[in-house]
Nanobody, 122 residues
């Protein structure tokens, strides 16, 4: 099991930026960022393979960038041009393997962090 610890959340105004980090206890081939707003289902935001291939939800494409540092076992999410709809609890997740079809599905991931809150005000 991989332990995951997120950091970097906070409160910003619309149009602002935040960078989330996720420290993993060991290497994981598939990693992703998910978010959950109150009263809504958890949704996939971005996913990345150990090779560096990335995938994004349509709602964040062009604004968010997922990256990873395999030497440090750390995952990042750079979030620019934030909108109030981006508000939510952001989770980091990992899996030993996952198909491209499901890399943005929470069902593909086994290990989860505790989450970090992102609040965007208008």
């Amino acid at each position: 099991q991989v332990q995951l610890v997120e950091s970097g959340g906070g409160s910003v105004q619309a149009g602002g930026s935040l960078r989330l980090s996720c420290a993993a206890s060991t290497y994981a081939y598939c990693m992703g960022w998910f978010r959950q707003a109150p009263g809504k289902e958890r949704e996939g935001v971005a996913g990345i393979y150990g090779t560096g291939s990335t995938y994004y939800a349509a709602s964040v494409k062009g604004r968010f960038t997922i990256s990873r540092d395999n030497a440090k076992n750390t995952l990042y999410l750079q979030m620019n041009s934030l909108k109030p709809d981006d508000t939510g609890l952001y989770y980091c997740a990992s899996a030993d393997s996952c198909s491209t079809r499901y890399i943005l599905s929470h069902l593909a991931f086994r290990d989860w962090g505790q989450g970090t809150q992102v609040t965007v005000s208008s």
